[in-house]
């Protein structure tokens, strides 16, 4: 398999976090891709121009992470990230669903706070910082239930809190939210976590 990435990209983490803990990472190539360069072929791979995008050993193009993911569950019948039925299923899947909509409006926060002075959207930027907050306020009810399971709510949920620390950290979420902190505390120490760290190209 080969996987279009890139090193900053949340979504893409979820997918390489999935990928370790389901013991399947060394099958999949990593093709580092810039959706920013002109010169780049992602949108022959994904025609929304966006990373990650999956090539399966059938030649089969995969995009948008929670898709990725699923594939990548099925591979392994030893363990499952998103649960096969009832309560168990419906909590994680809603759970990948909150964290990638924090994830979707930190993005949208990241891109309109980089507008140059007289187009940029005070107004916007604080819907998106609203979005977060009440989505962080949902993760904080329910933290102290999250306990050690491994699926993709949780592996969602850690990356999203990892994107708001690598790009936010001046916010602090955690003062609001100390339940959820003292669980990401641990869940960030696995060695998945640690392995994908985000960091900015050098």
């Not at 803990?21 to 966006?50: C, F, M, Q, R, Y």
């Not at 609203?130 to 962080?136: C, K, T």
């Not at 306990?147 to 001046?170: Q, S």
Request: charged residues 25%.
């Amino acid at each position: 398999m080969k996987l279009h990435y890139s090193p900053t990209s949340p979504y893409v983490r979820k997918v390489l976090v999935s990928a370790i803990e389901l013991g399947i990472s060394a099958s999949i190539e990593l093709l580092p891709t810039n959706v920013w360069d002109p010169n780049t072929n992602i949108a022959s791979h994904n025609p929304l121009g966006k990373v990650p995008a999956l090539m399966t050993e059938g030649s089969e193009i995969l995009y948008d992470s929670p898709v990725i993911v699923d594939y990548l569950d099925s591979l392994n019948p030893d363990l499952e990230l998103i649960p096969a039925s009832g309560r168990a299923r419906w909590n994680a899947l809603r759970r990948q669903a909150l964290a990638d909509g924090i994830l979707d409006a930190a993005i949208l926060r990241l891109l309109e706070e980089k507008r140059p002075d007289g187009e940029r959207s005070d107004g916007w930027i604080a819907r998106q910082k609203g979005v977060i907050n009440r989505a962080l306020a949902q993760f904080e009810s329910e933290a102290d239930g999250f306990g050690l399971d491994i699926n993709i709510g949780t592996i969602a949920t850690g990356v999203a809190l990892g994107y708001l620390d690598f790009r936010f950290a001046g916010d602090n979420w955690r003062a609001d939210n100390p339940a959820l902190a003292d669980w990401f505390d641990i869940f960030c120490d696995r060695p998945s976590m640690v392995e994908t760290t985000p960091k900015d190209p050098t």
